[in-house]
């Protein structure tokens, strides 16, 4: 049980491009799901907690024009990184808690923006 | 910020019991103690979590201390695969995750 998936688990793009990443919770409804980034050698980064029907509250100094999070449903949150660049090339993270229960992780979407 | 102090990098015998430490000294009363594991290029993995009562699961054992300042992860017989970097985070339940650095664990053969 708690497996949370990730779509694309890979994506090259072009820069100036938009790149749209799925996470879903697939035997769990999730209350709550979170967006994290990871560049390389370092640890994980809180980008954005979505609450499902509600806008996304995002951490100090991520762009929530640049980041666009959806979360239609308590199984699936969407996270749009527009015009991408190549600084936004990273390793991207979900993780999806269903009610006031632990975090459990998707496999990560390696982004590189060419 | 993140709440917890972890060693860098640990070594651990296959076959024997690997103990990882964490402080958490400024820990508040509604504040869990969770451990996840990364292994290269994953996802973390969730392994135990625990308020204040040592918690023990088929993965790992959990020992919190009275005061809840620190904490250990046991793996009681560790194996190659559980080479990974391990993070100690405290958090009341369902609210944000702000992951330390972390220690990277390595079983040696």
């Known amino acids: 049980g708690a497996v949370v998936s990730q779509h694309p688990s890979w994506v090259i793009c072009k820069s100036g491009t938009s790149v749209k990443i799925e996470c879903r919770s697939l035997d769990f409804q999730a209350t709550t799901m979170f967006w994290y980034r990871q560049f390389p050698k370092q640890s994980l980064m809180l980008m954005a907690t979505s609450n499902e029907g509600s806008k996304a509250t995002y951490e100090q100094g991520v762009e929530k024009d640049k980041f666009l999070i959806n979360h239609a449903s308590l199984t699936l949150s969407t996270l749009t990184v527009t015009s991408a660049h190549p600084e936004d090339s990273s390793f991207y993270i979900c993780s999806a808690s269903p009610l006031a229960g632990t975090q459990y992780f998707g496999p990560g979407t390696r982004l590189l923006v060419l | 910020d993140a709440k917890t102090t972890q060693p860098p990098s640990m070594d651990c015998a296959e076959g024997r019991a690997a103990n990882l430490p964490c402080n958490h000294s400024t820990i508040s009363g509604n504040e869990y103690v969770y451990w996840y594991r990364q292994i290269h290029s994953q996802g973390p993995q969730y392994i135990i979590h625990g308020l204040k009562n040592n918690e023990t699961n088929e993965m790992a054992s959990l020992i919190i201390t009275e005061d809840r300042k620190s904490s250990t992860l046991i793996l009681p017989h560790a194996t190659l695969r559980d080479t990974a970097v391990y993070y100690c985070?405290?958090?009341?339940?369902?609210?944000?995750?702000?992951f330390g650095t972390g220690t990277s664990l390595t079983v040696i053969p």
């Open positions: 985070i405290v958090a009341p339940t369902g609210n944000q995750f702000y």
